[in-house]
């Protein structure tokens, strides 16, 4: 059971990426799905969660309006597409899966990949 982050990288302010999460040995259709980051000196931060039919998605406010979480149920992964990007967006960013929206939402999910640095600077 293995969850894989990646997509990260050096970006410049305003600019866009598109993290992955990649989810072997299981499936995620039933797993609610979060990306999490966190930056260095700071707690953990649950930025977005999407239900298991991807009706429903959370989003801090921190990056509402900026960032869009999606997934392929067929493909096996999930998706975090950030767009205008601010330094303060820069962070470790890990993808997580719960079957609780609960454990999801607080990141006390069961299932956590490795992280994909993101930096935003100029």
């Known amino acids: 059971v293995q969850l894989q982050a990646s997509g990260g990288g050096l970006v410049q302010p305003g600019g866009s990426l598109k993290l992955s999460c990649a989810a072997s040995?299981?499936?995620?259709?039933?797993?609610?799905i979060g990306w999490i980051r966190q930056a260095p000196g700071k707690d953990r931060e649950v930025i977005s969660c999407?239900?298991?039919?991807?009706?429903?998605?959370y989003y801090s406010d921190t990056v509402k309006g900026r960032f869009t979480i999606s997934r392929d149920n067929a493909k096996n992964m999930a998706y975090l597409q950030m767009n205008s990007l601010k330094p303060e967006d820069t962070a470790v960013y890990y993808c997580?899966?719960?079957?609780?929206?609960?454990?999801?939402?607080?990141?006390?999910?069961?299932?956590w990949g490795q992280g994909t640095q993101v930096t935003v600077s100029s």
């Open positions: 997580a899966a719960d079957f609780r929206l609960s454990a999801v939402i607080t990141a006390q999910a069961m299932n």
């Open positions: 040995g299981f499936t995620l259709d039933d797993y609610v």
């Open positions: 999407i239900s298991t039919s991807g009706t429903s998605v």
